[in-house]
C-alpha cells in the first residue's frame, strides 16, 4: 500500500513515463530504466528530419537515375537543414 505523498508521486512519474502506474512499476521490477516521454515538440522534430531525409534521397535517386544534378534543389535542402540546426540550438540552448 501507498501513503498518499507516494501514490502522488507514482502518478506524476508514470505519467511523465508516459505509461499507467501498473506498467510503470511493472516495468520497474524488472529493472527498466524509464525516462521522461519525449514532448510533443520532439516528434515534431523528428518529423521535420524525416521529410528533409527523404527529399535529399529523392535528389540521389534523380541523380543516379539521370546522371544529373539540380543545384537549386540541393541549395534549398542544405539551406532546411541549416536552418533547422539554427532552430534546433535556439530552442534548445
Known sequence: WLNREE???LKKKSKQAGLNEGEFVRQLLVGAELKEQPSPEFYSFLKELRAIGNN???IA???NYDGKLNDENLKEEIEKINNFILFLKSFFL
Open 7 to 9: 501514490a502522488n508521486i
Open 56 to 58: 535529399i534521397n529523392q
Open 61 to 63: 535517386r534523380r541523380v
